[in-house]
């Protein structure tokens, strides 16, 4: 029997696999909820490391799967519930940044701080 939560992580796998997707919809969704997003630094700096060309790529891998998690519309704890809906996101991402942190670059961070200056209204080009 498989549980929710690995059709979860099963459903980030797939969709990973098409990063242009996971940037397509990864822009989409964090517009939707950015004002209730308190680790939005983190998701955009691990957003730049994947989608930067130097970056090795089974760092991006990790990151993309930790990004097409987030984008999902349907995950462990719904993004709908106030304060709790985002702990499973932030869990899967907390644990993708400590597998690559020595690949998180401060132009990964940088990029991330100058997106929330915009308002997040940037293009969402990856440094690199």
Do not use: N
Not at 78 to 101: E, H, N
């Amino acid at each position: 029997m498989t549980s929710e939560h690995t059709m979860d992580f099963e459903a980030a796998a797939r969709l990973a696999e098409d990063p242009a997707r996971v940037r397509r919809q990864f822009w989409i969704k964090l517009k939707r909820i950015a004002a209730r997003l308190p680790f939005i630094e983190e998701l955009l700096t691990a957003y730049y490391c994947a989608f930067d060309r130097k970056t090795p790529r089974h760092v991006q891998a990790a990151l993309l799967g930790a990004l097409a998690y987030f984008i999902l519309p349907f995950d462990v704890m719904p993004d709908l519930m106030p304060v709790l809906g985002f702990t499973d996101d932030a869990a899967v991402l907390a644990t993708a940044l400590r597998m690559v942190v020595s690949h998180i670059k401060p132009e990964h961070q940088a990029a991330a701080r100058a997106a929330l200056q915009r308002g997040l209204e940037g293009d969402g080009s990856a440094t690199g």
